[in-house]
């Protein structure tokens, strides 16, 4: 029989392994968690396409186990897929990972720096999830519980990490019109800039104006927000992560819409475009 004829094709071998995986789950569960973190991914993605969406919850629920599967490359918007039918579902996961993270953070509040440390990397990276998701009441949680481990120690590296902390705090309080809490997130990282300065350090303000410029913009102070924006492009420079900078042309861009300057407005968005590719 020619190829084009065959009704059935079959997987590859690796399909193959992960469907068998998936097909004794529950004799299986542990060593799943053993996995390297995409094959981890691709045994939970299967889960999801297959709709045993209370398994899956139960894996993602556990905070270990969603740390390992965020890491898992190039799979983020499929991850975000799985994480949505599950909220849809029923299943809380974003207030729980909250919750537990919080916890955590609670216990490990007399532990030593490194590991203050690793647990602020790990919550900004679950907070930048919910926040991507919409979950911004959840992210909000996240980034507080972060903060408050900045606050613990008044190391240079902990007023920067407080810093970037205020900055993604203040985006989800902009994204869920929280804009008094967003306002006093300003000010407080303004607070950590000063101590900052007065050990000789600057933090790059560039992210933080972006923030205020589009809470400004949101609340309809327009001229403020233009101006703010202009503050924020003055602080572009090398080495600037891009999203930031694209986060920057695009406030600004919307900025320049609103005060007519349309030329300036397109050359802006054209160029994040660019950055953003």
Same mark, same amino acid.
């Given at each position: 029989m020619?190829?084009?004829?065959?009704?059935?094709?079959?997987?590859?071998?690796?399909?193959?392994?992960?469907?068998?995986?998936?097909d004794n789950y529950s004799r299986s569960r542990r060593d799943i968690r053993s996995l390297p973190e995409n094959? !981890?991914?691709?045994?939970?993605?299967?889960?999801? !396409? !297959?709709?045993?969406?209370?398994?899956?919850?139960?894996?993602?629920?556990?905070?270990?186990?969603?740390?390992?599967?965020?890491r898992a490359s190039d799979k983020r918007h499929l991850l975000h897929h799985c994480f949505q039918a599950l909220m849809d579902h029923g299943v809380k996961v974003a207030s729980v990972l909250a919750s537990s993270f919080s916890r955590r953070c609670s216990y490990i509040a007399e532990s030593d720096a490194q590991v203050k440390e690793k647990a602020i990397q790990f919550g900004f990276v679950l907070g930048g999830f919910l926040s991507d998701a919409g979950w911004y009441g959840d992210a909000e949680k996240v980034f507080l519980s972060c903060l408050t481990l900045c606050s613990l120690h008044s190391e240079v590296l902990h007023c920067f990490r407080a810093v970037e902390c205020c900055v993604r705090l203040l985006h989800v309080r902009n994204g869920n019109c929280k804009y008094h809490l967003g306002e006093e997130t300003f000010k407080m990282a303004q607070s950590y800039m000063d101590k900052l300065s007065t050990h000789g350090h600057q933090a790059n303000k560039a992210?933080?104006?972006g923030e205020l410029c589009a809470l400004l913009f949101a609340k309809s102070h327009y001229d403020e927000a233009y101006r703010w924006c202009i503050e924020a492009m003055k602080e572009i420079s090398p080495g600037l992560p891009v999203k930031v900078v694209v986060d920057v042309l695009r406030q600004a861009s919307k900025a320049c819409v609103v005060k007519r300057e349309f030329r300036k407005a397109e050359q802006l968005i054209k160029h994040a475009v660019f950055l953003a590719r």
């Open positions: 020619a190829a084009a004829e065959l009704e059935w094709i079959p997987e590859s071998l690796y399909n193959t392994a992960i469907s068998a995986v998936v094959i !981890q991914f691709d045994v939970y993605y299967k889960l999801y !396409q !297959q709709g045993r969406l209370c398994q899956l919850g139960g894996e993602f629920c556990e905070l270990e186990v969603f740390a390992k599967v965020l992210a933080l104006y």
